[in-house]
């Protein structure tokens, strides 16, 4: 269901998944006056905290679609794996922003390469796997190193193995069939970057600049701005997302990740359909941060201002680091605790962002 007309103040959004993004999505709702009912399976949301309705159902519980549905203006997400036929049910009874169709292509690898194939964007070397012979070619055309990966439901390196050689390769297909999988071509990157790119519903499009991003236990660690790339680089990404975000109609927040390399090329990794770890920075030093961007554009109203007005490096807490946030942090850090009851490992708990604050003349 589409329905251009901005929402007004008051008005309920519905966000799908209650973990810490839906929560910063709620948080920033309320401060432009809006609502929000989050619809997720787990009793234990840390979103849940902070949104006035909540509705604790399966993703496939058609009856507590409708009424999730009945009480919302319009529909977001905060997670890629909304099964589809959950957002085609939305879909026809509110406004589900983004769409269907940036949901079908970021939740399958295949999906996401053809769209960006077609759309001239560059990507690695890839080959659909669909047997062992397959994965023997593929290896001989693409050459090693290789990463095989599930092409569904694959987050934080899960689902997915390096390969060497023929041997190593066999074992993946092992551990990793009998889903569809894909092979890569291993990237020599020098640096991954990432671009949180906005469209609103008039078309208008901002994005964010560009973070370099660290990862420790193939979980985002550190992300930080500005990246250390060319200022070309750095416009060229920019240049990418929006093109996609273009390409698929859209109208949100979608983060989209690079591998550099050498020489400055850029090749897109993935695109996440909604608000994105590597943005939290934003939180801190933007005019307007990615979860206020994403609510403006869902309502249909004008996109704000992403002017960065310090640089910051974005820290992930994770597991029991989140416990240094009732410690002194030093100067200049802003922390956010996402809530969450257990720390276990290898879990995001919250983040922290570390300005690097301009000192003044005289
Ligand atoms: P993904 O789940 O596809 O985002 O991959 C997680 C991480 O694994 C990336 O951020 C990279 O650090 C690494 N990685 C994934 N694919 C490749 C590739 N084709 N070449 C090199 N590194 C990769």
Redesign the pocket.
Known sequence: MSDPRPLPMGSTIGILGGGQLGRMLALAAARLGFRTHIYCPDPDSPAFDVTPSRTVAAYDDEQALAVFAARVDVVTYEFENVPARTAAFLGELKPLRPGASALAVAQD?LAEKAFLTVNRVPV?PFAAITDLDRLEAAIDELGTP??L?TTRL????KG?RIVRNMEEAAHAWEVLSPRPLVL??????EK?ISVVAARGLDGDIATFEAAE?V?RD?ILKTSTVPATVSRRTAARAGQIAAGIAEALGYVGVLGV?F?VLPGGRLLV??IAPRVHNSGHWTEAVCVTDQFEQHIRAIAGWPLGDPTRLADVVMENLIGDEIAAIPLGLGVAVRPHAYGKAESRKGRKMGHINRLVLKKRAG
């Open positions: 690898r690695a290789a990463v990966k694959g987050y934080d390196g997915q890569e071509q291993f990237v020599p990157f991954e991003n990862h193939h990740e591998f990794n993935e």
